[in-house]
């Protein structure tokens, strides 16, 4: 199957500072990337869908400004969550998808901002 | 996209048939029903996906009425790797993949 990775796996990060996370298909190239997020006991919630090249989409309620996504190619997207504050700690997942295809998923990367 | 309903939990002896209930009544003529699960904090899984048909691979079976207001995953011999969430997911072609709560399957030794 489709491989799909997440760097870092776990990050540790100040009050007000930004953290990027990478998201890369391995072996195939991603028209489509997907970030979600995940609190604890809870289920995951989109946030927003990137296509290579363009603009994201970002779900209702999530602020475009606080978290840049980049699909600068067809195997790398990137997550920055600007000035990170303690209820920004969570687990995000990214997903990838060829052409509408199923999507396949990242391990994920758990944050903790303290 | 159509929601869908599933219990939150279920329990499974081990090497048994874990039946996993879906409903989604209000599905439309194009959309897939997909399944998921994640295992405590990793990524999901795809498992299966179908339109109509039953469909089967290695992991498992998706038995889907043929009203397709419901479905029914089947997992044929659970192992205690199988514990985990199962998300039952209705997606249009080119949709986007919005998780509900899921069901908690147990496999117990």
């Known amino acids: 199957g489709a491989v799909v990775s997440q760097h870092p796996s776990w990050v540790i990060c100040k009050s007000g500072t930004s953290v990027k996370i990478e998201c890369r298909s391995l072996?195939?190239?991603?028209?489509?990337m997907f970030w979600y997020r995940q609190f604890p006991k809870q289920s995951l919630m989109l946030m927003a869908t990137?296509?290579?090249?363009?603009?994201?989409?970002?779900e209702q309620g999530v602020e475009k400004d606080k978290f840049l996504i980049n699909h600068a190619s067809l195997t790398l997207s990137t997550l920055t969550v600007t000035s990170a504050h303690p209820e920004d700690s969570s687990f995000y997942i990214c997903?990838?998808?060829?052409?509408?295809?199923?999507?396949?998923f990242g391990p994920g990367t758990r944050l903790t901002v303290l | 996209d159509a929601k869908t309903t599933q219990p939150p939990s279920m329990d499974c002896a081990e090497g048994r048939a874990a039946n996993l209930p879906c409903n989604h009544s209000?599905?439309?003529?194009?959309?897939?029903v997909y399944w998921y699960r994640q295992i405590h904090s990793q990524g999901p899984q795809y498992i299966i996906h179908?339109?109509?048909n039953n469909e089967t691979n290695e992991m498992a079976s998706l038995i889907i009425t043929e009203d397709r207001k419901s479905s029914t995953l089947i997992l044929p011999h659970a192992t205690l790797r199988d514990t985990a969430v199962y998300y039952c997911?209705?997606?249009?072609?080119?949709?986007?993949?919005?998780f509900g709560q899921g069901t908690e399957l147990s496999v117990k030794p």
């Open positions: 997903s990838a998808s060829q052409r509408y295809n199923e999507q396949f």
């Open positions: 072996d195939f190239q991603a028209t489509t």
């Open positions: 990137s296509n290579e090249g363009s603009k994201a989409t970002y």
């Open positions: 209000t599905i439309s003529g194009n959309e897939y």
């Open positions: 179908g339109l109509k």
């Open positions: 997911i209705v997606r249009g072609e080119g949709g986007k993949l919005i």
